[in-house]
Structure formats: C-alpha cells, structure tokens
C-alpha cells in the first residue's frame, strides 16, 4: 500500500529552524515532481514549495529565502530545511507527488506538526 511519511516537525521559537523528511513505500519518489503542502489552523492546504525530478524548485513567496527543498535519490527522500521560522509557518506540513495533486485524489499521510512556541 502507498504510504507518505513526513517526520521532523515539533516545537520552535521564531527564528529557529527545523528539517522536515518525506519518505514513501512503494513508491519511487525519484523522478517525481514532489510539493510540500502545509495547512494552518482553520486554512485549506496550500503548496509551500516543490521539486522537480531534475532539482529544479520553486517556493511560495512567503517561504523564499528561508525554507530550501531538496531531494536525496539515494534515499528516497525529500526534505524540507526551515530557516528563520515565523508564527505564520505554524501547521502541518505535508508532502505529496504534484501529479497526485493536479489528478486530484491524492493519498495523504499524516503529515508533521510544525508549531510555534514562542
């Protein structure tokens, strides 16, 4: 069975930082454009940043130049590096295959909670 697994999140004050992990079994996440989503309290789930299979990557103007999504092959791993956290970054934050998103019928996991303890 397809399962995301997000792991990393936790307790920060503003300004710290955090590294969230995305594994999956039984899928190869290597040559997958992969997003990470993020959804606040009371909010829908909006992408935060994503990467292509090539590497290229793309963020939310609110997250540019603090979070930094990379992917190790080796691993089956794509991460999320959080620098220069801010209240307004306080969710669960999510991973998930772009095309699973457009097709809209994604497989979510449980997502990690990121929160603010300042």
């Known amino acids: 069975q397809v399962q995301l697994v997000e792991s990393g999140g936790g307790l920060v004050q503003a300004g710290g930082s955090l590294r969230l992990s995305c594994t999956a079994t039984e899928w190869d996440l290597r040559r997958n454009a992969m997003g990470w989503y993020r959804q606040a309290p009371g909010k829908q789930r909006e992408l935060a940043a994503a990467?292509?299979?090539?590497?290229?990557?793309s963020y939310k103007d609110s997250v540019k130049g603090r979070f930094t999504i990379s992917r190790d092959n080796a691993k089956n791993t794509v991460y999320l590096q959080m620098d220069s956290l801010k209240p307004e970054d306080t969710g669960v934050y999510y991973c998930n295959l772009l095309s699973e998103v457009v097709a809209g019928s994604p497989i979510w996991g449980q997502g990690t909670q990121v929160t603010d303890s300042s």
């Open positions: 990467i292509t299979g090539d590497g290229s990557t």
